[in-house]
């Protein structure tokens, strides 16, 4: 079940929205990011670690919302981290025992049961000057943005030429915008893909957090993607985009879509400005 994509670099798609964990090799052992979501899959995930002799010593979020924030107690008690921005928007919503109910709401019905969260959102955040993951193995570079959802960070395993992507640069969602409490979520979004591509320039292997892993040219293709996403959210144009289309791969995505354009139309009403 976990397949390698380069030397050193695993990853396991989930049943549930083709989540992508993903596992890194390190000298004493791996470093596990966004573990997965059904807890029987995080549960063999563990076992097959453990038949491998490689138990986690460090776990990471790219950003927090439910369903990248998830643990097993089989998986240890290893540090688990995310940004700064990530871990305190994590505890603020903790701290509100209705979350965790409104978690259950959003999860698919006939999952719920296999989600598993009373080890969700254990996470300690790195402060925001960290440039990579403390832990013993290659480099796994930052790239903190405000696209998506506050705190997202995008990994480079520069060592492998692997881009880790989180929440963005998927074959088979649209960018999803934060549209809670932020001034300018297009921008965020648009400044955000300007930042992946600055980094992934030498990137091999595009793991995103739902979808298809990409090679080399998959890294531009998306990122020109998402950004023609976004224009045309922003300028209330049409997308013709695939994800979208009669062949999309899940058919919530348009729904979701003409939310987004509903909430962006009544933002700029209610601002009085375009945008
Ligand atoms: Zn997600």
Known sequence: MLRQVVEGVLIHESGFCQSNAVVVHGRAGVLLIDPGVLGYEMAALANDLRELGQPVVAGFSTHPHWDHLLWHDRLGAAP???TARCAATVRDLLSDARWKARITEWIPPDIAEQVPLDLLGLITGLSADTARIPWDGPHVGIVEHQAHAPGHAALLIEERGVLVAGDMLSDVLIPMLDLNDTADPIEDYLAALRLLEG???DVDVLVPGHG???GADQVRARI?????????LRDAHVPSDPRLGPAATYDWVPGVHARQLQ???RRSQRDGTPG
């Open 224 to 232: 020109e993607q998402d950004r023609a996403y976004v224009h045309a």
């Open 80 to 82: 688990r981290y995310g």
């Open 212 to 214: 298809s892993i990409g």
């Open 263 to 265: 909430r962006l139309t």
């Open 199 to 201: 980094a992934a320039g």
